[in-house]
């Protein structure tokens, strides 16, 4: 089955202990993306990337890096934590970058 | 600049039509999407139009566009509780960037 698949689904945790949400996807898919999803706010882009060693920021890229050394991974990873980085995130996927084709289930974090 | 706007919220009885509308600003977008968030869960790919295109059916849903006024509406037929959803609007401007509406929650009443 085609999917992109996230870890954690729900994660709290304290400021400033670094922590890493992964995601997966099984589609042989180029493109992948980082959004969160605020109330108010909508779905912002945090970073992208377009192919393997290829990732580029996004609209919110403050406090975040990614990596994307295999074409099926791209996990997000938070340095340094706040509580401002309390949101609910996304993965999403594509073959060619020219729409989000497919979303993980989300990773609800909550930084106290 | 870049903006995408919808409704907030959007109420039917089931078995009726539901009309959810958007309105973009960037003239130059190459293709308009909508997507469908069920709680819990991540977006789902409703269906997509090329701006070239004036409408687009796919079975219960069709998807109009009127370029002159930038202006998009999803049109869901015989509408179903299973139909109670977030439905978000999004546009895929000529440098590729995706700009995402707030999101128009549907409620279905039995």
């Known amino acids: 089955e085609a999917q992109v698949t996230q870890n954690p689904r729900y994660l709290i945790t304290v400021t400033g202990k670094k922590l890493t949400v992964t995601c997966s996807q099984n589609m042989n898919h180029e493109y992948m993306s980082w959004y969160r999803q605020d109330p108010g706010l909508g779905l912002r882009q945090i970073y992208y990337?377009?192919?393997?060693?290829?990732?580029d920021k996004g609209d919110v890229p403050e406090g975040y890096k990614v990596s994307r050394k295999e074409k099926r991974n791209f996990p997000l990873i938070l340095e340094s934590p706040s509580p401002n980085q309390t949101s609910l995130y996304f993965c999403a996927s594509s073959p060619g970058g020219r729409y989000e084709a497919f979303f993980g289930q989300g990773t609800r974090l909550t930084v106290v | 600049g870049e903006d995408v706007e919808q409704s907030l919220f959007l109420s039917v009885r089931e078995g009726d039509s539901s009309v959810i509308n958007c309105t973009y600003t960037?003239?130059?977008?190459?293709?308009l999407y909508w997507y469908k968030q069920e709680p819990g869960a991540g977006l789902q790919l409703l269906t997509y139009i090329f701006s070239n295109m004036d409408m687009k059916q796919d079975q219960r849903l069709t998807v109009l566009l009127n370029k002159k006024d930038k202006h998009l509406s999803l049109r869901i037929a015989d509408t179903q509780t299973g139909d109670s959803a977030i439905y978000f609007c999004?546009?895929?401007?000529?440098?590729?960037?995706?700009?995402w509406g707030l999101g128009t929650s549907l409620a279905v009443n039995p």
């Open positions: 999004a546009e895929r401007t000529a440098n590729r960037k995706l700009i």
């Open positions: 960037d003239s130059s977008s190459t293709y």
């Open positions: 990337s377009m192919n393997v060693e290829v990732t």
